[in-house]
């Protein structure tokens, strides 16, 4: 019996030096592939960015800038400061024809529209990726009864 119990005991300590061992020489290999592989950097942003703030000021949810001008490929933060859930929604029919596709928001419920940002100070980033110029309208869903929209205008 002790020496069945020896011999398990000696099988584990072996198996978990055997599991060590192959978890060094895996680290050594992805260390040694980091350190051939050239540093990726970061593609540089085309345009400028622009902040927007989502708040309820007293009793009226609103953007702080409600109208701002803009540049095609520049990108729009909208964040949620306040008075949330808020979202970022275009209405189709408000902006340039064909210029949806030139629309890119993340995150996203579809392509016009942002999803639900629940979260203190959650993000919607959106891109105007070769964008034609003129108005595009836009509204926070869960408050568009309240009056909650705002405008883009490219430049």
């Known amino acids: 019996m002790r020496v069945t119990s020896m011999m398990a005991g000696l099988v584990l300590v072996l198996a978990a030096c055997g599991g060590e061992k192959k978890a060094d020489n895996a680290a050594a290999t992805t260390d040694s592939t980091a350190m051939s592989t050239p540093a990726m950097t970061a593609p ?17 949810p609103k953007f702080q800038p409600a109208s701002i001008n803009v540049k095609a490929g520049d990108v729009i933060r909208f964040h949620n ?4 859930p808020h979202s970022v929604n275009f209405w189709p029919d408000s902006i340039p024809a064909n210029a949806a596709s030139a629309i890119s928001i993340t995150p996203a419920s579809s ?12 993000v919607v980033t959106v ?6 110029t003129g108005t595009y309208k836009f509204y926070c869903m ?6 909650m929209v705002g405008q883009l205008t490219v430049q």
């Open 44 to 60: 540089a942003t085309a345009g400028a960015t622009h902040d927007v703030d989502m708040v309820m000021d007293g009793t009226q």
């Open 81 to 84: 400061k306040s008075g949330g």
């Open 111 to 122: 392509a016009l529209d942002s999803e639900t940002i629940l979260e203190q100070d959650g």
């Open 127 to 132: 891109t105007l990726k070769n964008a034609p």
């Open 142 to 147: 869960p408050h568009l009864a309240l009056g």
